[in-house]
């Protein structure tokens, strides 16, 4: 029962690639997918085959054909990287949920929620837990940070679709990885792993993002839809909503012409800006009130005619015309629709 070896026994890879299947696999049954349970509901809750020296070169991968994990010896033997250890073993548990694992966008799915699940096994006790197979990638970064990849870049869908499943995947890792911030890591695994049995074939990403809104249905009666909106929202997987406004919310005296503070509800965290356009829908109905207690008109209005209007002893008086003559004040006044407009006066 004791399996120490020194990094340079083929031994020791053995030991790495055991040990953190084997946890892996518990920590998905504490989830509640075991086979102890009825009905049985386990992913991948039996032995699975590896080959921690697989061959020489720098890569890893899980086989269909075999239904095998194989990892590379090239570079920092990939068997020495936990991370590459569990994001290996998250493609056997996808295809285990999905057997139909292909096509369209399920590979950057796939690699992004590899990428996930093994940012958050470790996240814990990482000095960068975004980071991904710091130890692994010692073999060709030159400068730290050592990463392969991180699950919380900044990238968009459709604009920064590459083709590349890794990359693609960074997306799809960054929805999971900012639902794990706001929900925790328990309830944000097990949406992540519950959604993949609601991928239909070929799904896109977009695909991923209602499958992960119908897991939530389904385990907690839909509770964390707006969090998972937020985060979908944030990638482009889903439709921008529109900010709710909550300030003026009704009640309100706006003045045409004049600055009004606005506020909504809060949605700054995503990467979009807005444009605010205000109508008048609403019956004004109001008195205005001027003072004509200067020498001269106030702002606003304009006087005409033969004998223009002016200000005396405040009040606004119309110029002494003859036959044939007038003399006019003149105020613009927008309407925001049909009624009436209705003054005093003084003769």
Same mark, same amino acid.
């Given at each position: 029962? /004791?399996?120490?070896?020194?990094?340079? /026994?083929?031994?020791?890879?053995?030991?790495?690639?055991?040990?953190?299947?084997?946890?892996?696999?518990?920590?998905?049954?504490?989830?509640?997918?075991?086979?102890?349970?009825?009905?049985?509901?386990?992913?991948?809750?039996?032995?699975?085959?590896?080959?921690?020296?697989?061959?020489?070169?720098?890569?890893?991968?899980?086989?269909?054909?075999?239904?095998?994990?194989?990892?590379?010896?090239?570079?920092?033997?990939?068997?020495?990287?936990?991370?590459?250890?569990?994001?290996?073993?998250?493609?056997?548990?996808?295809?285990?949920?999905?057997?139909?694992?292909?096509?369209?966008?399920?590979?950057?799915?796939?690699?992004?929620?590899?990428?996930?699940?093994?940012?958050?096994?470790?996240?814990?006790?990482?000095?960068?837990?975004?980071?991904?197979?710091?130890?692994?990638?010692?073999?060709?970064?030159?400068?730290?940070?050592?990463?392969?990849?991180?699950?919380?870049?900044?990238?968009?869908?459709?604009?920064?679709?590459?083709?590349?499943?890794?990359?693609?995947?960074?997306?799809?890792?960054?929805?999971?990885?900012?639902?794990?911030?706001?929900?925790?890591?328990?309830?944000? /695994?097990?949406?992540?792993?519950?959604?993949?049995?609601?991928?239909?074939?070929?799904?896109?990403?977009?695909?991923?993002?209602?499958?992960?809104?119908?897991?939530?249905? *389904?385990?907690?009666?839909?509770?964390?839809?707006?969090?998972?909106?937020?985060?979908?929202?944030?990638?482009?997987?889903?439709?921008?909503?529109? @900010?709710?406004?909550?300030? @003026?919310?009704?009640?309100?005296?706006?003045?045409?012409?004049?600055?009004? @503070?606005?506020?909504?509800?809060?949605?700054?965290?995503?990467?979009?800006?807005?444009?605010?356009?205000?109508?008048?829908?609403? *019956?004004?109905?109001?008195?205005?009130? /001027?003072?004509?207690?200067?020498?001269?008109?106030?702002?606003?209005?304009?006087?005409?005619?033969?004998?223009?209007?002016?200000?005396?002893?405040?009040?606004?008086?119309?110029?002494?015309?003859?036959?044939?003559?007038?003399?006019?004040?003149?105020?613009?006044?927008?309407?925001?629709?049909?009624?009436?407009?209705?003054?005093?006066?003084?003769?």
């Amino acid at each position: 029962g /004791d399996f120490r070896y020194s990094p340079d /026994d083929p031994r020791f890879e053995e030991v790495m690639v055991y040990h953190y299947i084997d946890a892996t696999q518990r920590y998905v049954q504490s989830l509640g997918y075991s086979n102890a349970n009825t009905p049985p509901n386990g992913i991948r809750d039996r032995a699975t085959l590896v080959s921690p020296h697989w061959f020489e070169q720098d890569q890893s991968f899980y086989s269909v054909s075999d239904d095998s994990l194989h990892f590379g010896d090239g570079g920092m033997q990939d068997a020495e990287d936990p991370d590459i250890i569990v994001h290996e073993y998250a493609h056997a548990l996808t295809h285990d949920q999905v057997p139909y694992w292909s096509g369209s966008g399920m590979e950057a799915i796939g690699e992004g929620f590899s990428d996930y699940l093994a940012a958050s096994r470790f996240a814990s006790t990482s000095v960068d837990p975004a980071c991904i197979a710091e130890w692994d990638s010692r073999a060709y970064v030159t400068t730290a940070p050592y990463c392969l990849r991180r699950v919380d870049r900044d990238r968009q869908y459709p604009v920064d679709v590459t083709g590349d499943p890794h990359t693609d995947g960074e997306i799809w890792s960054r929805v999971l990885w900012d639902l794990r911030q706001h929900l925790g890591a328990s309830t944000a /695994d097990t949406l992540a792993l519950e959604s993949n049995f609601y991928l239909p074939p070929a799904a896109s990403l977009t695909d991923a993002g209602r499958a992960l809104l119908d897991a939530d249905a *389904n385990l907690y009666d839909g509770v964390h839809e707006p969090t998972i909106r937020q985060a979908l929202m944030a990638r482009g997987l889903v439709a921008l909503s529109a @900010p709710r406004l909550i300030g @003026p919310d009704g009640g309100e005296t706006l003045k045409p012409g004049a600055m009004a @503070p606005m506020s909504w509800q809060d949605g700054s965290n995503l990467p979009v800006t807005y444009d605010v356009q205000v109508s008048l829908d609403a *019956n004004a109905v109001g008195t205005r009130q /001027d003072r004509f207690d200067g020498s001269r008109l106030p702002e606003g209005y304009s006087a005409f005619g033969n004998e223009p209007w002016r200000v005396e002893d405040g009040v606004a008086r119309a110029g002494e015309i003859d036959h044939s003559q007038s003399s006019s004040l003149v105020l613009p006044v927008d309407v925001a629709g049909p009624g009436q407009l209705s003054f005093r006066y003084r003769v």
